[in-house]
Structures are given as C-alpha cells and as structure tokens.
C-alpha cells in the first residue's frame, strides 16, 4: 500500500501557460501592494451557482493559484480583493454593502455577472474601488487573469 | 411508493405524484395531504424542522455571507454547545422568482430561464424543460438527438458526482486526494467544453433538437479523455476506501432511513443510498439500465459510495451512446408549431427528480412549476443533522450535493 502523498508528489498537474486579460481594466490598486500575494473573499449574492462552480474549479491544481501567492479566505476583513457574483437578489444588496464595509485598508471589487436572462445585474447600487466588472460567465483562466494584472504580473 | 414531489393551484389545487418511473398530475382534491405537504408549501421560505428554545439553546446562524457556505443561504441551528438539536435552512436569499418570471414568456425566452435555474443542473433544467414542451408540441425526436441529450445528461452526472466527492474529501481533511479529485473535477469541465461548447453544458438543450453535432475527432477526443478519467478515479476510489481516516467521518454519518426518506420525499442518489431502488433512467427505454448502486446504510458513505459507483456507470453508457452516433451526420431543423396544453415531464438529475410542470396558452406560458430535488434534499440534511455534532455538518450538508439555487428556484 502506497502512502498518499507519495500518490501526489508523483503527479504534478500544473498547467504552464499565460494568463492574458483582454477585457478593459477600470481601476487599479495603488502603488501595486499585492504584488506578492494576494488574498480574496468571494460573496455570492444571487447567482445561478455556475460562478461558484468556477471558483471552486479555480482552485484545482491545474491553475495552483498559491504559486502565485493567491488565497481564498473565509472572511472579508482578511482578503485584498471581494470578488463578487451576481446578478444581485434584493434580499442580498444589504448583506453585500457591509461585506463591502468590513474590507480593510486599500482594496478592490471585482463583479462578475452572470450571463442569463435574469435581469438583476449590479448596476445600481454604488460600489467603490471596482476594478473589473464583467457580464459574462467566465473561466476560471479569465479570473486568474484579472487577478494577475492587480498584481503586475499578466 | 408514491411520493408528493410537487403542490400548486392551476386550475384548482393540483399535486405531482411519482410512482418508480411514473410522474402524475392529479387533483389534489381527494387526496389526504401527505406528510411533506407542508415542506412542499414553504419550500421558498424555510426548510427544515421546529425551532428549538430552552436553557441555553441558542441560533448559530451560518450563512449568508461566510467561507464555509458558497451560496447566498442561511443555516439556523440550534444548539446548546456542541450538540445540533434542530436546523431551519433559510433559502429565500437566493430566491429569483424563475417561475413567475416565465409566465407571458415565449417557448424560446422560458428555455433561457430554465438554464438560469441552477448553473451545475442546466443540463437536466433545460432537458426538463424542453421534454415538457415538447409534450405539449408532440414533437417526436430522432433517436440520435435522444442519444446527445443522454450523453450530456450523464457528463453533467459526472461532473456533479466528481464535485461532491471532492467536497467530501476536502471536509475529512484528506488534501491529496482532494487534489485528485479537484482535477478531475476540472477535467470532466473540460469535456463538457468539447461536447457542447460551454463548460456547465448551458444552451445546449433547443426545442425539438440540440445546438452542436459533434465530429468524428471530437468524439474520439471525449471517448479518450473519459477513458483516462475513469482510470484514474478507480485507483484513486480504490485507494481512498482503505483510508481509515476518511472513512471514518462518513460512516454513521447524517444517517436517513429509507422510511424517513420516502416520507420526505427524497430521490435520486440519496433514495437509492437509503436502500430504495428508484431511478427514472431505468424506466427510460433509450438508456438500457440494469445496474444501479443501491445501499443499505443511508450515511454519508453511502451516498459517497452510489455516487462513485455512478461514475463508473455514467461513463460506460457515455461511451455507448457516442459509438451510436459516431456515424451520424445531419443537422437537421427543429421546425415546430406552437400549441396549447398542459403537460408534466421529469428528468433524472444528478441529484435527484426534476420535474417541470407548463402550461401554454395563447401561444405563451401560462403557467409553470418546477419540482427540483433540492428541496427535499435540504429537508433530508436538516433532519439527519439532529442529533449530530457540529464537526459532522460537512459531510451530512455535501453529501446530498443540493444547493440553494436549485432549491431557491
């Protein structure tokens, strides 16, 4: 019987390739801060489920974010960046203005809104620092993209 | 057994009956409420059961906003310390209103709303959705269309399946098979990407038809990766049943028996890990079943055992399909005439009955009512948390493998 993390060291899943952002970049943290790691807190606040699925398929080994010093945490007041997916639900606008609320210092917003045919996509509610906003169902190599352009490295 | 999947007034107060492979509307008048009545009525509120107080009983409210729920949902538990002594599951802060929404609808524009439902259930929402319309329309479809939408319906099966056993892995702390399964998670995305063109199998499923054919590389390319897939996960499956540890968190975990699940109300995965045989795909003449994993002990390695051995499964019936419409090589137009009328329709998801009710009128939807397995699953974690520690929470909540979008609707 095999000991299990020898069944890991002997394959390495890592996928070498560049991470190239073509979308339009609205704002960017200053001074460039992160440029070593970078911790993020994802909210959902109303979702079809499918952007959660590709931030949890963004944590598999074939991206390895650590090795570029990205971490997920499980709280706002740790994280650099609040990646948000909506569209929004009326009752989640509230709990999403404290989260915003309880991020510290220099941060910024990414919003992703799902593409469907539900209309209610963030617009309207006033959210400072974001950096990209994107209405498109995107992949787990776009999201780590954008996040390596706030870190000078895309 | 007959169980209620679904209550609603259309017409007078009507409910959806499912017996083994058969789905029924019927008027609710001259029946005697079954027991999950009341879970069926406030499926968009609170799921669960009572609310507990006492000498210092107090709500652990988890959620919506934390790292350990994804989703935008609220679980209130109610405990004294360590001990769980009763769970109400708050779904309404995902709640999109789907139904209403398709009401004045077009056919077309409802089938964009089916997708949107849930992310990881497209596949079954839209094949749901588009089985009802096509009731009502008497489309007949060719066999090989049959065939694209079965092979999708077990990719998606897949995907799911892989999800959830990560998830479970990753709760007993096992990090390298976590790893492992994770790549195959994103591995089997990647499959979806070649078969349909969208990683969650999204706008593949049309009226009459499907939206991409595939060519002969591309199903050699499916056929190969699944292959490499299947091996890959029968050692890595094989393996971890001999970790001690992870086992150890799963087994008499989040325990339902099979009469507390036919009274919930319970399908899929789950009912068949509860020592209840029921699979709609074995009434379904297309997909030829014999062999489905039924086990007795309705824990959470149970339900982490059917859903592994489902893998397996789903793959071999893949494989088949693809081989029958290797030769195929004809778009053909899905041209329809609208009608009016009511029909119901059901597919088996990966978690379970999805079931949508429509009514076309004038040309336009009338009405709609989605059964969604979610449902019943939350009403299923919330029971068989009682009882439990908080450390056991993990893997009763992923092992049913519902979420709040399907549930929310």
Known sequence: MKWWPLVGIKNYFTEKKDYDFKGEIKYSLKDKVFKKSLHIFVIDVGNSNLLNFTIKALKSPQYNIHRFGIFFTETPRHADILIVLGPVNEKMKQPLLETINQMPGDFGVIIINEENSIDNKINEIEIPNVIAKVDKNLSPDEILSILLTQMNRG | ?409
């Open chain 2, 1 to 409: 057994m007959k169980k209620l999947l679904g209550a609603f007034n259309y017409n007078g107060e009507k409910f959806i009956f499912q017996e083994n492979g058969t789905i029924a509307v019927v008027s609710g008048e001259n029946y005697v409420k079954p027991k999950n009545y009341d879970l069926i009525n406030n499926r968009n509120t609170i799921i669960g059961n009572q609310k507990i107080t006492g000498e210092g009983v107090f709500n652990f409210r988890y959620g919506p906003v934390t790292g350990g729920v994804a989703e935008a949902g609220i679980y209130n538990i109610f405990t004294n310390g360590e001990k769980i002594l009763g769970v109400q599951i708050d779904v309404s802060y995902k709640r999109r209103y789907i139904e209403d929404k398709l009401k004045g609808k077009s056919i077309e524009d409802g089938l964009k709303l089916a997708n949107a439902v849930c992310g990881n259930f497209a596949f079954s929402h839209s094949l749901a959705y588009c089985k009802t319309i096509e009731k009502i329309l008497q489309i007949k479809l060719p066999e090989v269309i049959k065939y694209f939408r079965i092979v999708g319906l077990e990719l998606e099966r897949i995907y799911n399946h892989f999800y959830v056993i990560a998830e479970l892995a990753k709760g007993a702390a096992q990090k390298v098979y976590t790893s492992h399964m994770q790549y195959l998670f994103e591995e089997s995305l990647r499959v979806n990407k070649i078969f349909s063109g969208s990683r969650h199998l999204i706008g593949f499923n049309k009226i009459g038809g499907i939206s991409k054919y595939l060519n002969k590389e591309e199903i050699v390319k499916i056929i190969d990766k699944l292959s490499e897939l299947e091996e890959r996960f029968k050692y890595l499956y094989e393996k971890s049943l001999e970790s001690g540890n992870y086992l150890d968190r799963l087994h008499n975990t989040g325990i339902i028996t099979t009469e507390k699940a036919l009274e919930i109300g319970l399908t899929g995965p789950s009912l068949r890990a509860s020592n209840f045989r029921e699979d709609l795909r074995e009434f379904d003449n297309d997909y030829n079943l014999t062999n489905i994993p039924v086990k007795e002990e309705g824990d959470a390695l149970a339900r982490m055992e059917v859903r592994a051995e489902e893998i397996f499964i789903s793959i071999n019936i893949i494989k088949e399909k693809l081989q029958k419409i290797k030769d195929f090589n004809d778009s053909e137009k899905n041209e329809y005439k609208i009608k009016d009328g009511e029909e119901v329709a059901a597919v088996e998801s990966p978690s379970g009955t999805i079931c949508y009710f429509i009514a076309i009128k004038n040309g336009l939807i009338d009405y709609c009512y989605i059964v969604t397995p979610s449902t019943f699953g939350f009403k299923a974690i919330a029971d068989s948390l009682v009882g439990q520690i908080f450390t056991d929470f993990v893997f009763t909540v992923e092992s049913f493998g519902v979420n709040f979008a399907d549930a929310a609707r």
